[in-house]
């Protein structure tokens, strides 16, 4: 069974920085992506950085050179460095994965964690 617990949220002023973490089980990164979403009230779903089995890592334009997507796969766990953080990057965070690549669409992704909430004050 996948699953995905993600931590490491809270609340951070603007400028600040935060690492998010999930921890993976019932998969490999062998075979799997995995990645970080994010949706803030009254907005779609988007897509922020995920990593295939290629090697491959997708950033959306808004976060690159900000956040930092990073995996150990000795404990299965993916991290999300996230600096210089903006008012506009509040929104719940959501660890999700797939079998094969993924992109920049986070409803391609099939499995995914609760979330954990990132507020960013002004």
């Known amino acids: 069974e996948v699953q995905l617990v993600e931590s490491g949220g809270g609340l951070v002023q603007a400028g600040g920085s935060l690492r998010l973490s999930c921890a993976a089980s019932?998969?490999?990164?062998?075979?799997?992506?995995i990645g970080w979403s994010r949706q803030a009230p009254g907005k779609e779903r988007e897509g922020v950085s995920c990593?295939?089995?290629?090697?491959?890592?997708y950033y959306a334009d808004s976060v690159k050179g900000r956040f930092t997507f990073s995996s150990d796969n000795a404990k299965n766990t993916v991290y999300l460095q996230m600096n210089s953080l903006k008012p506009e990057d509040t929104a719940v965070y959501y660890c999700?994965?797939?079998?094969?690549?993924?992109?920049?669409?986070?409803?391609?992704?099939?499995?995914w964690g609760k979330g954990t909430q990132v507020t960013v004050s002004s």
């Open positions: 999700a994965a797939v079998l094969g690549r993924c992109d920049y669409d986070p409803y391609t992704m099939d499995y």
């Open positions: 019932g998969f490999t990164f062998d075979d799997y992506s």
């Open positions: 990593s295939s089995p290629d090697g491959s890592t």
